[in-house]
């Protein structure tokens, strides 16, 4: 079953405002993953939250995570149109089964 | 260069025909995981492997058959019995299953079945 639920399915931005992207799960986690993916491409990883963890920075990206709500969210600052791709949370099912969301589809317009 | 090859990129396949994806990495990980991934949607879990010779199904492995006989090998067999087979395949290895976290997962670029 969906471990992860994005929100919102889809997103459509100017180049320069900010994108955030929400991903709620249902079971304890040790951590929340979260992937990017180009129209008919693999996944390439962006960033991985430990659960004890509630923020995490890596270049333009900003990652929240509350554990009392189960929920995530991913923001991307200053947006670019190369920004443009779908955003998947990922969690493990606590057996090493990492199960995604329908993730979030982000258009970036020049 | 270290990665996840997945092959073929296209394949076509008739009714009735069973047809073997292959996946292997040369990144040493111990856990590979094949998803399915219709148009539009997310990625759902097929099989599972944490180390050579096991595997575990996962949400939809009814029609699916893998096989973990090396470690740098996955290949999966989409049976005759998956009513509805055509997809995106996406294969992924993770290295830290040892340390009992899960890690990042590294993506092969997929493979696109249809069924004619």
């Known amino acids: 079953s969906q471990q992860g639920e994005e929100d919102p399915q889809a997103l459509s931005i100017q180049e320069g405002e900010n994108a955030t992207m929400n991903c709620s799960y249902k079971?304890?986690?040790?951590?929340l993953q979260w992937y990017r993916q180009n129209s008919g491409r693999g996944l390439v990883h962006l960033i991985l939250i430990r659960s004890n963890e509630r923020e995490k920075h890596s270049g333009r990206l900003r990652v929240t995570l509350d554990t009392s709500k189960k929920s995530s969210s991913l923001l991307i600052t200053a947006s670019r149109a190369a920004d443009t791709a779908s955003y998947f949370c990922?969690?493990?099912?606590?057996?090493?089964?990492?199960?995604f969301g329908a993730g979030t589809r982000l258009t970036v317009k020049p | 260069d270290g990665g996840i090859t997945q092959s073929p990129k296209y394949l076509f396949r008739k009714e009735g025909q069973n047809v073997t994806l292959s996946c292997e990495q040369n990144?040493?990980?111990?856990?590979m995981y094949w998803y399915r991934q219709d148009p539009g949607q997310g990625l759902r879990l097929i099989y599972y492997?944490?180390?050579?010779?096991?595997?575990q199904k996962g949400d939809i492995a009814e029609g699916y058959s893998v096989s973990r006989e090396k470690k740098e090998s996955f290949p999966l067999t989409v049976t005759s019995a998956q009513k509805n087979p055509t997809a995106f395949y996406l294969c992924a290895s993770e290295a830290y299953w040892l340390a009992g976290v899960p890690g990042e997962l590294f993506f092969g670029e997929g493979s696109r079945l249809t069924v004619l």
């Open positions: 990922a969690t493990d099912g606590g057996n090493n089964d990492m199960r």
């Open positions: 079971t304890s986690i040790n951590n």
């Open positions: 990144l040493n990980h111990d856990a």
């Open positions: 492997s944490q180390i050579v010779n096991d595997f």
